[in-house]
């Protein structure tokens, strides 16, 4: 017999809401009850009988964590377990058995079970077992409920040590300067290089998180296109030459447009970043040209064109349609694309041949045309 959450009393109703809820999945009602003694005071325990009633149960309540026993009447417990992570990838499943064997232990680690243990078991094991479950389960929910946040708290945490392993790395090759080996002098530049491009991403990561927080309001104001082009040259021009690649750039000594000049820079330099990255022979330009009430700028390179899927990942980014599902493909560059495309009231259309990609943006003059753009947050 199994207990569902109506046969609890109102108070203990009132406080489940806040408890993981556990189903205990065994035949044995001796097993049942003294797992249910043990974990009532800090979760709602369910329990069943059978494989074919857990089941039932997870398809028509909200569980958390479950407890399951190998050996049962009709179907077995894998077979259970395979089946309740495809119902919900992140239940946490606890194995307790007496018929284990390293086939079974092999079978739960395949199929992600959280721990796997033997009867007669400690009460006390498990008891701590399931608090960790719990714990696992809630990091799991708010990591898919508020990724952004997350990486946000990350970055904060990651600054420090990479600002410490650039000061250093930097300090031994200036203070060791015509004492250093070839080798030696290779691996501090990979140490820099390396901790320049993590300490970007962690940045780029950072500043994602609030601009969907809304934490970046638009700053309007009167802005060269030109000007913003020659700062994009002068940090991506150099490594494209690098490649062998043609770097063009080409605007009119005049044109300007009233935006946020920051976040056209980190737009264009998302842009030519992600051109000058995949392309490995050929050209990359960018081409700025006025148009009525706006600015269009064309990106273009000669790489090996920018897959189906993640044009439409890109596109669902832009127009806020991806809603809670993160986009899964993007690097890190295209997803900011997406959302200062969204926050700068820009438009931007993705043209992908197998011999190359071009960005062609449409940047509005907010000071001309009075729009305000869309809230960043896609």
């Known amino acids: 017999m199994s207990l569902g959450a109506s046969s609890t009393p109102t108070s203990e109703r009132k406080r489940s809401a806040t408890l993981p809820r556990v189903l205990v999945v065994d035949d044995e009602m001796g097993v049942r009850e003294s797992l249910r003694a043990i974990l009532q ?4 325990v369910l329990t069943a009988t059978s494989g074919d009633e857990a089941l039932a149960i997870v398809g028509r309540e909200q569980i958390d964590i479950m407890t399951l026993d190998l050996k049962m009447p009709g179907m ?3 077979g259970v377990l395979e089946r309740v992570k495809q119902m919900d990838p992140d239940m946490e499943v606890l194995i307790i058995t007496g018929y284990g064997s390293l086939d079974t232990a092999v079978q739960g680690i395949r199929f992600r079970a959280f721990d796997y243990l033997p009867k007669p078991f400690d009460y006390t094991h498990v008891r701590r077992l399931i608090q960790m479950a719990a714990a696992r389960r809630v990091a799991m929910r708010r990591m898919k409920n508020g990724p952004e946040q997350l990486l ?3 970055s904060h945490e990651l600054r420090t040590p990479l600002n410490v392993i650039m000061g250093y790395s930097t300090m031994l090759r200036e203070e060791n300067t015509g004492s250093l080996s070839e080798e030696q002098q290779v691996a501090l530049d990979r140490i820099q290089a390396n901790s320049s491009s993590l300490l970007a991403y962690v940045e780029t990561i950072f500043y994602m998180a609030e601009l969907d927080r809304g934490l970046m309001p638009l700053t309007v104001a009167s802005t060269n296109v030109g000007d913003v082009l ?7 021009g150099p490594r494209a030459l690098e490649k062998g690649l043609t770097w063009r750039l080409d605007a009119p000594v005049d044109l300007s447009l009233g935006t946020d000049a920051d976040m056209l820079v980190r737009l264009l330099r998302a842009l030519g970043d992600n051109a000058v990255r995949f392309t490995t022979k050929g050209e990359v330009s960018i081409v700025a040209r006025p148009t009525a009430g706006a600015v269009s700028i064309d990106v273009r390179d000669s790489g090996p064109g920018l897959a189906p899927e993640l044009i439409t990942e890109v596109e669902d980014v832009m127009s806020g349609r991806n809603g809670q599902r993160p986009p899964r493909q993007l690097g890190f560059g295209l997803r900011l694309v997406g959302r200062l495309v969204r926050a700068l009231g820009a438009s931007m259309t993705i043209t992908a041949t197998p011999n190359g990609t071009t960005c062609s943006l449409v940047v509005p003059d907010v000071a001309e045309s009075g729009r305000t753009p869309q809230a960043a947050t896609a």
């Open 41 to 44: 005071n800090d979760c709602e």
């Open 76 to 78: 077995g417990g894998i």
């Open 152 to 154: 946000s708290t990350l």
């Open 230 to 236: 020659g700062q994009i040259g002068a940090e991506l």
